[in-house]
């Protein structure tokens, strides 16, 4: 197939993530990618600021990840986890339970991070109906938050400024408290934490689980806030009996500079989602991980089993490449490389705050973020970060970059100075 060929049946056939068939915004063919570059079909190469939505951790054609699944094809690629089990699926839980705090040590496999995050929600309900507390099914969150895209997931991303406001009065209506305002950086004060209190104070008896992004908060405004928030979120669940869903699907294996972002504020969720960066980016898997009095209580309550059951559940090729990214992560100085992205990050955007269009520039170990005052133009702005050679993808008031950890820091100042010249650029129109 040609390269207008290609692009001429894209176009009037695939419908492509949060886009307009009507209003399409350009698509870029790719022919392959290696490293932190992806290769254009038109010969073309990008430097990847967004390491694909935040899962290509190691890079791209990386020969370990490679190797892994081409050796787990040739073994099984695929059976039903109903009944049976395999090596790969028992070895990818053992991993997890090890670098995971108790009591987490049950994990439920799902197929993608919304997914796993109606998996945790499913839980809590069940959790509760099981223990004869039927009254508590509702669920209490923050505001700015982003969880996935399947229905009972929107239910509690933002329901103002998130993606999924057209579905407000068919979806399940839940609690919101007002988004946390002090930074990560910021000097705690006790009042950012009085909207949560509040809600939780008064609602609890009908609650069954806060539900969170720890520390990052994602798609919903990528904003980075105080580990003493999470802290008190923590303090409170444990109060008035609520489970605690830590939705790490974007944090995990290290992009806010710890393994898991929770570790930030030291605490423990009850349950706890992860995705994205679980299997480099190579093939979709997310996990569950809970406690085992959940898992204990829902078995022995009504109806005795937890009523979930993906077809593609602990897929092995997903597991066994799984098992190969989490061991290479650990295996490497992940620490070291995500602190000098960390501060290759700040010094890079630094140059964005003298640009009248800005209205705040902040970063937190792989995640660099450069908030405008307008939403940007994506007809202009995208091609304008490729003609420069990056592969940066906006969206609202966001400019936002997470490499993969094995990006040189010469390729990131390259990143980086894209970032500021495109924006200057718009901002000199």
């Known amino acids: 197939m040609t390269f207008d060929e290609l692009l001429a049946f894209d176009k009037q056939h695939i419908w492509h993530p949060y886009s307009s068939l009507t209003n399409p915004l350009a698509t870029y063919p790719v022919e392959s990618a290696s490293g932190v570059r992806i290769r254009l079909m038109d010969g073309r190469e990008l430097i990847d600021g967004m390491a694909s939505w935040w899962s290509v951790i190691h890079g791209y054609a990386h020969p370990v990840l490679i190797d892994a699944i081409q050796q787990q094809a040739a073994k099984l690629s695929h059976v039903m986890f109903g009944g049976l089990t395999h090596e790969p699926a028992v070895q990818l839980a053992r991993t997890l339970v090890e670098i995971t705090p108790d009591p987490l040590d049950l994990v439920f496999f799902a197929d993608s991070g919304s997914v796993s995050v109606e998996v945790a929600m499913k839980m809590a309900i069940q959790y509760y109906y099981a223990i004869g507390r039927k009254e508590k099914q509702g669920f209490l969150t923050i505001r700015s938050g982003y969880h996935g895209d399947v229905f009972h997931c929107m239910s509690v991303c933002d329901p103002v400024n998130g993606m999924h406001h057209i579905f407000k009065g068919i979806l399940p209506e839940y609690l919101f408290a007002d988004r946390p305002e002090c930074g990560f950086y910021d000097e705690w004060d006790e009042l950012d934490f009085l909207s949560f209190q509040k809600l939780i104070e008064k609602h609890h008896p009908s609650l069954c689980a806060v539900i969170l992004e720890p520390i990052v908060q994602g798609a919903g405004g990528m904003r980075f806030y105080h580990p003493q928030y999470l802290c008190k979120v923590r303090e409170l669940c444990d109060r008035y009996d609520l489970l605690l869903i830590a939705d790490e699907i974007a944090t995990g294996f290290g992009r806010s500079g710890k393994l898991f972002a929770c570790e930030h504020a030291r605490i423990v969720p009850d349950l706890l989602c992860v995705g994205k960066a679980l299997t480099g980016g190579y093939m979709t898997l997310a996990a569950v991980l809970a406690g085992g009095r959940i898992g204990e209580f829902i078995s022995q309550g009504d109806p005795g089993v937890f009523m979930h059951g993906p077809t593609f559940m602990a897929n092995p090729l997903a597991c066994a490449v799984a098992n190969a990214s989490v061991r290479?992560?650990?295996?490497?100085?992940?620490?070291?490389?995500?602190?000098?992205?960390?501060?290759?990050?700040?010094?890079?955007?630094?140059?964005?705050?003298?640009?009248?269009?800005?209205?705040?520039?902040?970063?937190?170990?792989?995640?660099?973020?450069?908030?405008?005052?307008?939403?940007?133009?994506?007809?202009?702005?995208?091609?304008?970060?490729?003609?420069?050679?990056?592969?940066?993808?906006?969206?609202?008031?966001?400019?936002?970059?997470?490499?993969?950890?094995?990006?040189?820091?010469e390729d990131l100042a390259s990143l980086t100075t894209a970032i500021c010249e495109v924006l200057a650029e718009e901002e000199s129109r």
């Open 328 to 409: 290479l992560l650990l295996e490497s100085e992940w620490q070291k490389n995500v602190l000098a992205l960390e501060k290759g990050l700040k010094l890079g955007l630094a140059p964005c705050r003298d640009l009248e269009s800005v209205a705040d520039v902040r970063v937190l170990g792989g995640v660099g973020v450069v908030e405008m005052k307008e939403a940007v133009d994506m007809k202009r702005v995208q091609p304008a970060f490729v003609s420069k050679g990056v592969w940066v993808r906006p969206f609202a008031k966001l400019v936002y970059v997470m490499p993969p950890y094995c990006i040189e820091q």
